[in-house]
């Protein structure tokens, strides 16, 4: 039995076996090095015991030189009944064997030797200036956002994002013009989320954290968890839904935004694709997208039912303003078309902004109700909502927040 099994992988220059694998070198910084490669992105490190290596969305899981080896290997294809360990042994030997791969033949100065508890998105964010003004003025006075917003060395303010294992791996960064990811965050696998008070009384989501603090600064909840997903995906969702188990709220409030409005009710239908034992699918085309859901009760079908029937309808008649003859394909193009399969509902749905608006809408009303509620800002988004009274120098009554939930 063997016992000294892929011991040594101290001695492989890591940074060189993933050029010789074919990953590329984006960049070499004091303490780590990036490389990317089959649609992911690596940090290594040089450790007291070797070098380490980690994807950008797991900081927390560190790797050798035998984990890469084990990846690559497992994606090729071996010798005769070869079975995936034999295909370890030979490459690694064979990595041994080659001394241009190995720790002792590297004539370049390594990096910094670092903790083997390295992330290199920490060193990215800095403390936020005290003068600071506009949206993020005077933020140690808010609770839910201390130790939520840095800045970076450009001056730029960044929002962490945490991954399942609630370590950063990544930022929002607000460049004035959009909030974007910064740099090599992984976006696809994590989410920005403020602190959590002792009693929560909901949780609320929004496109971006610059959305949330200014929905913050308008309506000053106390009580709340304020979430934003950069990406809309079975893993970010996966993490809203485990804090949501962990928080014990039965009730999500949903605030997706864009530069348009229709872009916000398009996330609406992209996220409740991911809702738990939703069961509603989409699939979108070049031209309209196609909607799957179970019928549910017969009342809660035949509401929502009824309210496409009468926007169809509406449509038709906007239509003979302008033809006195209905061209059927035309208008078919741009209507609801809903079908009926068993207990399943498909329903074909222009990209339209009244069309999706209704979906949303009536799909809510009728199925989600008390799940989830729809927010909607009257301007495109909420930074603009909270800009339009911070202007206003006769404040009007403030509306309140129930007032904005959706509505035709």
Request: charged share 30%; glycine share 4%.
């Amino acid at each position: 039995m063997i016992k000294n099994w892929l011991t040594e992988d101290h001695r492989i220059d890591l940074p060189k076996l993933f050029k010789h694998l074919g990953f590329r070198a984006v960049q070499r910084e004091r303490t780590h090095y990036l490389y990317k490669g089959n649609g992911a992105q690596y940090v290594i490190l040089n450790t007291e015991k070797g070098y380490l290596y980690y994807k950008i969305e797991r900081p927390d899981e560190k790797l050798s030189a035998s984990d890469l080896i084990t990846e690559h290997v497992s994606k090729t294809e071996g010798m005769d009944k070869e079975m995936l360990w034999d295909k370890v042994d030979t490459y690694y030997r064979e990595v041994l064997r080659t001394e241009s791969l190995l720790v002792s033949n590297n004539t370049e100065s390594p990096v910094e030797t670092v903790t083997k508890d390295f992330n290199h998105f920490l060193a990215y964010a800095l403390p936020l200036d005290k003068n600071t003004d506009g949206l993020y003025k005077n933020l140690d006075d808010m609770a839910p956002f201390e130790g939520r917003i840095f800045k970076n060395k450009e001056d730029e303010v960044l929002f962490p994002l945490f991954n399942i294992q609630n370590e950063v791996c990544g930022y929002f960064t607000d460049t004035e013009q959009e909030v974007l990811p910064y740099k090599e965050s992984a976006i696809k696998h994590s989410l920005w989320y403020s602190n959590i008070p002792k009693k929560i009384d909901g949780l609320f989501l929004f496109k971006n954290p610059k959305e949330a603090l200014a929905f913050h600064r308008k309506f000053q909840f106390k009580n709340v968890v304020y979430l934003a997903l950069g990406a809309i995906n079975a893993q970010t969702t996966r993490i809203l839904f485990k804090i949501q188990r962990l928080t014990k709220v039965d009730k999500l409030f949903l605030s997706f935004t864009g530069d348009k409005k229709i872009e916000g009710y398009l996330r609406d239908l992209h996220f409740i694709s991911y809702v738990e034992d939703s069961d509603f699918k989409l699939h979108l085309t070049d031209r309209d997208m196609v909607i799957d859901f179970p019928m549910g009760n017969e009342k809660s079908f035949s509401r929502f039912y009824d309210h496409t029937r009468r926007f169809n309808t509406e449509l038709a008649q906007s239509f003979l303003k302008y033809n006195k003859i209905i061209d059927q394909n035309r208008l078919n193009r741009y209507s609801i078309m809903v079908s009926k399969d068993g207990e399943q509902i498909k329903v074909r749905l222009p990209l339209e902004t009244n069309a999706i608006r209704l979906l949303v809408w009536s799909y809510y009303k009728n199925y989600l109700d008390k799940t989830i509620e729809i927010l909607k800002p009257t301007s495109h988004n909420w930074y603009s909502e909270w800009e339009l009274v911070e202007s206003q120098t006769k404040k009007r009554k403030e509306v309140q927040w129930k007032e904005y939930r959706i509505a035709l």
